[in-house]
Every structure is written in structure tokens, then in C-alpha cells.
């Protein structure tokens, strides 16, 4: 007899640090980094409270990649993927457990750069700046980059035409 389980796990939060990607001996690119999750409620006290989680996120191949390249400290993100229990031995001799989600689905849900700014200010490279030794009329006029005149929107990870259900 056959019984169905489930093991999912939907995440929105920001990124505690910079992703981590590292690759297994076999070349397997894999990436690790921390996210937080918030929650707020109000007792029948009044007071707000407020609780924060911290997750350890994995994502193993191309999904590695592109986390290590998009996403970086403070970063809101979208994840999904399963919930993974590991045991091992420290260099102490000691066994740990370690709780993670490894994720199948990363979507970006902010806009900014890393700088801090938000991705249609224009970046300090963006334009050569006007000198007074020239007349205005003949003055350097800002150069467009592609970053200033493209359109932003949330990237997001290969969708798989099988995972669609219609």
C-alpha cells in the first residue's frame, strides 16, 4: 500500500548574506545563502510583536548559477523547493543537524542593484560628464547606457513546459 506525502516549502524574504556558490568534486555547481522571513502579530495585550526566521537555502546546477550571479545581501527574493534534514560530524567528532531548504524555484521580487539604488537611477558611469573649457553648444551630451533605457522586471528562473498544468 502506497501513500502520497508532501514536502514543500514557499519562502518570501530578504537575503542575510551573499550567496555562497561553491562546486562538488565532480563539478556540480552548488550555492548556499540565508534568508529571513518575517511575521507580526498583535496579542490580546495590544502590544505588536514581532518574530523573525532565518533559513539556510541551497540550490544545486544552473539555478546555483544564477543565484551566485543575481542575488546578493538584502536582496527579496521567491523561493521554493523541500524541506532537508542532514546529520553529520564536526571536527570535533561531534554530530550536528542541519535543516535547509533546497530550492527548485528562485524568483527576484525587488529591483535594486547592489549598490543600493534602485535599477532605473542612472549609475555613476552612466554619463560623461559636461566640461567648462567647452562652449555649450559643443559640451559632451549624457551617453545613454543599455542599464538606463532598458526596462526592469523581475527575473526569473526557467520555467520547465512540463511543470505548466494546462
Known sequence: MSSRSLNKVLLIGNLTRD??????????????????TNRSWQPASGER?????????VAWNKLAELCASLLFKGRKVYAEGRLQTRNWTDAQGQ?????????DNMIVLDSKRKD????????????????????AAE?????????????????????NPDDIPF
Request: aromatic content about 6%.
Open 95 to 103: 554530530e550536528r543537524t542541519t535543516v535547509e531548504i533546497v530550492i
Open 19 to 36: 550567496p555562497e556558490l561553491r562546486y562538488t568534486p565532480q563539478g556540480t555547481p552548488v550555492c548556499t545563502f540565508g534568508l529571513a
Open 139 to 159: 559640451a559632451v551630451k549624457p551617453v545613454k547606457t543599455a542599464a538606463k533605457t532598458k526596462k526592469t522586471e523581475p527575473e526569473a528562473v526557467k520555467v
Open 49 to 57: 510583536q514581532e518574530e523573525t526566521e532565518f533559513h539556510r537555502i
Open 116 to 135: 543600493g539604488a534602485p535599477a532605473d537611477a542612472p549609475a555613476e558611469a552612466d554619463y560623461v560628464p559636461e566640461t567648462e573649457a567647452v562652449p
